[in-house]
């Protein structure tokens, strides 16, 4: 996730930093563009490691000269022929030399010039305060000529240098950091040597410390406590060129980390440095993606005269830098995230729910790789800015992913359904179409299985672990709800099927049945009855009691196939009563309308006349008669007719021989179940006497020919019987004259 510090376009290069970058202006302007160049020059990526060095000392003591020749810089220094002030404000510029630590940064502090005050004096306070602020090493640049000379103007910048040191680490308690003074003493004749050089300034330095007014509570406090000595001399660069390059390069060596020895104490009871100068303590730990801002932030507080308090710097620091890296992180979010959102939203503009493939995996490891991101960069920064801030980016990634995640699960959640409901439909259908051996209630739970299996997969999926709100129990909970709620609603449409199966079978066997006893009637010898004893034959007399039995038999055994094939399903107790209600009340419909269709004109006519025509061409013993003239057809004739006209009043009501009286059809069908919807009732006809709001009677129920119809029958019927008659006559008169 370093992707932010990319330079794009036409950023800065490496070239345009030829001399390093201006950090202060002799204006006191801070350059924002420090982070740029940390950027170009790799520091911006290291974290912790890097290093900050300081140089100070008088004006025109070689300073400059000293970085470029120690780290490879290109300072501006001081032309010989000129001898103007070359250095201005604060300059930056990395080490440019191999085998020394990694990532060194050297400031060249504009020096002061002893003999200038004010303004001058101003600043260098400022700058010193900058630089302690910042830097883990102060090199301190002083002619060897100057060692001893306590009243001269380096003294003066070394007792700036310990008070604001004091005032500068007042507030941070708890880390105090420590700071190296690193002595190069320069034109180093030789006569003195350095550890004499060094007892001096070493003196010199403790002389200051304990006259420098300290704050309360720091009374008895120690130059020790605040600060390490190291100290190197340097040949005179112009008139030992050669032994200068070379020392230089040996001082060189010195920068690299180092630790401290403690057994090396020298005789002021100071443990030395061992070798390398760059001891972890030193650093400020600020990350090098956050030094531009904090370098700002603690210029501007020392511009404005105002207390410096590095803790509440480094926690706003903290702040500003871990919400530039959770908007950088929430980037990488956007672009593996974003297009996902959008395909969902999409789906659910247009209604077509979507199941997006594999997205807790990429919602899972994109979270995690956006919170490692986060974690890695900013986890260096103020502890508790850092976790309140993580909380907050946790908060913002998971926000989005709930959503995302909740929509996932409705898509599945749709989906399933019709899935659900199509499969069983279909598995249904093939059932049907291999001749009905299918178990209903068996390929629901089959289906129902797979189908919570899935969503579970899916719902699973999505968990985050030790996430809490990535548990979807509750909406797995829903889907299965609904689920049944489906699958109560199939087992109704498949009794209701079954209903129409069952119905379609009472009417083909109450079409034969009751036709075959209707075609009885047909014929007028049935029977022992003789049409002369006036008696109707057991055949027309039991028509309506032989309808019933039928009837109540054909209901009774297609009651007994819906309760088996419904149990099977697993309906309900209601619903089962419901369907038998519906069938038996179906059933009697279907068996008017049978004996409507057998009572239709143009039938019923037909049998009587065939009746009639039985009664009057064959003789008792059913042998057909050839008429004579002698014969008695008027008197066959008439006893024929009435016979059958007695059919009428007969066929008119629907009544039990026994009683005389209908059918108790109401009893039959029995009163109307509590489980009973709306929907059930829909394609029922109402039946006289069952239903009481209907208006109809039981009588009118069993009304077969209206009074109209039955006179009318009976007319048509005569006027049938006068026309067989005639013809009768005709052949028995015809027969003679052949
Ligand atoms: P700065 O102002 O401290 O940064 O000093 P510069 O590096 O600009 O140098 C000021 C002058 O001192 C220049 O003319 C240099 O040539 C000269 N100079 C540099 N190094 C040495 C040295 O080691 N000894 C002496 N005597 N002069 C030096
Ligand atoms: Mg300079």
Redesign the pocket.
């Known amino acids: 996730m370093n992707g932010h510090f990319a330079t794009k376009g036409d950023a800065p290069t490496q070239a345009q930093y030829e001399h390093g970058v201006q950090v202060v202006d002799e204006d006191k302007e801070f350059n924002s563009k420090i982070t740029s160049y940390l950027q170009v020059t790799d520091v911006a990526e290291a974290g912790f490691n890097y290093h900050l060095i300081s140089v100070f000392?008088?004006?025109?003591?070689?300073?400059?000269?000293?970085l470029n020749h120690l780290f490879g810089t290109e300072?501006?220094?001081?032309?010989?022929a000129e001898?103007r002030?070359?250095?201005k404000g604060i300059w930056m510029s990395k080490n440019k030399r191999g085998s020394m630590a990694d990532n060194i940064l050297v400031m060249?502090v504009e020096?002061t010039d002893g003999r200038e005050r004010g303004e001058d004096q101003d600043f260098e306070r400022k700058s010193a305060l900058f630089a302690l602020a910042t830097s883990e090493v102060l090199i301190v640049?002083i002619w060897e000529h100057q060692v001893g000379l306590y009243q001269g103007a380096n003294m003066g910048l070394l007792k700036t240098v310990f008070e604001v040191n004091l005032q500068l680490f007042l507030k941070d308690k708890q880390s105090t950091p420590r700071s190296l003074l690193f002595f190069v003493i320069?034109?180093h004749i030789g006569h003195t040597p350095l550890a004499n050089l060094r007892n001096t300034l070493i003196q010199d330095l403790t002389k200051i410390w304990s006259s420098i007014s300290k704050p309360q509570g720091l009374d008895g406090s120690r130059i020790e406590d605040y600060f390490d000595f190291a100290f190197a001399a340097?040949p005179?660069?112009?008139l030992q060129p050669d032994k200068?390059v070379s020392e230089v390069g040996n001082l060189g060596k010195r920068f690299v980390s180092g630790s401290r020895s403690s057994n090396n104490k020298n005789e002021h009871g100071q443990q030395e440095l061992d070798g390398g100068v760059f001891l972890p303590e030193y650093h400020r730990r600020i990350p090098a993606d956050g030094f531009s801002v904090y370098a700002q932030g603690v210029w501007d507080q020392i511009v404005n005269n105002k207390d410096l308090d590095l803790p509440t710097q480094q926690e706003l620091l903290a702040q500003f830098r871990c919400d530039e890296i959770a908007r950088e992180v929430l980037v990488g979010f956007d672009e593996a995230i974003g297009p996902l959102e959008e395909k969902q939203a999409e789906a659910s503009r247009v209604g077509k729910p979507l199941v997006l493939a594999d997205l807790g995996n990429t919602g899972r490891t994109t979270r995690e790789k956006c919170v490692k991101a986060f974690e890695t960069q900013a986890s260096r920064y103020h502890k508790a800015v850092y976790a309140r801030k993580r909380t907050e980016l946790e908060g913002k990634i998971d926000q989005r992913l709930k959503t995302l995640y909740h929509g996932q699960l409705i898509a599945a959640h749709k989906s399933g359904v019709t899935t659900f409901s199509d499969a069983v439909s279909g598995a249904v259908k093939t059932g049907q179409k291999s001749g009905g051996a299918y178990e209903f209630a068996e390929i629901v739970e089959s289906e129902k299985t797979k189908t919570l299996e899935r969503f579970k997969k899916e719902a699973q999926g999505l968990a985050i672990p030790g996430v809490a709100w990535s548990n979807f129990k509750s909406q797995y909970a829903l889907f299965e709800k609904e689920l049944d709620e489906v699958s109560s609603r199939l087992r109704k449409e498949e009794m209701r099927r079954l209903a129409i199966r069952v119905e379609r079978w009472v009417k083909s066997r109450l079409a034969d049945s009751i036709g075959l006893e209707f075609n009885k009637l047909g014929s007028g010898r049935g029977g022992n009855g003789a049409p002369e004893t006036g008696e109707k034959p057991e055949t027309e007399k039991d028509l309506w009691d032989r309808i019933w039995n039928v009837f109540v038999s054909v209901v009774k055994e297609a009651e007994g196939r819906f309760v088996e094939r419904a149990k099977s399903f697993e309906a309900s107790e209601d619903e089962v009563e419901v369907g038998l209600w519906r069938l038996r009340r179906k059933s009697w419909v279907a068996l008017r309308e049978r004996i409507d269709e057998e009572v239709m004109e143009g039938n019923i006519l037909l049998k009587l006349r065939e009746n009639f025509e039985d009664k009057f061409r064959y003789d008792e013993a059913g042998v057909p008669r050839i008429w004579r003239p002698a014969d008695d057809i008027e008197g066959i004739y008439t006893r024929a007719r009435e016979s059958t006209l007695t059919l009428i009043p007969l066929l008119s009501r629907f009544r039990l021989a026994a009683t005389y009286a209908p059918p108790d059809l109401p009893d039959f069908i029995g009163t109307q179940p509590s489980g009973v919807e709306p929907e059930d009732e829909d394609d029922l006809t109402p039946i006289g006497g069952v239903d009481e709001e209907d208006g109809k009677s039981l009588e009118e129920e069993m009304t077969v020919l209206s009074e109209g119809k039955r006179q009318d029958l009976v007319v048509r019927f005569k006027k049938t019987a006068d026309g067989v008659y005639v013809e009768a006559k005709r052949s028995a008169i015809g027969g003679v004259a052949q």
């Open positions: 000392g008088s004006q025109s003591t070689g300073k400059s000269t000293l300072f501006n220094v001081m032309s010989e001898r002030q070359t250095t060249d020096g640049n320069r034109d340097l005179h660069k112009i200068f």
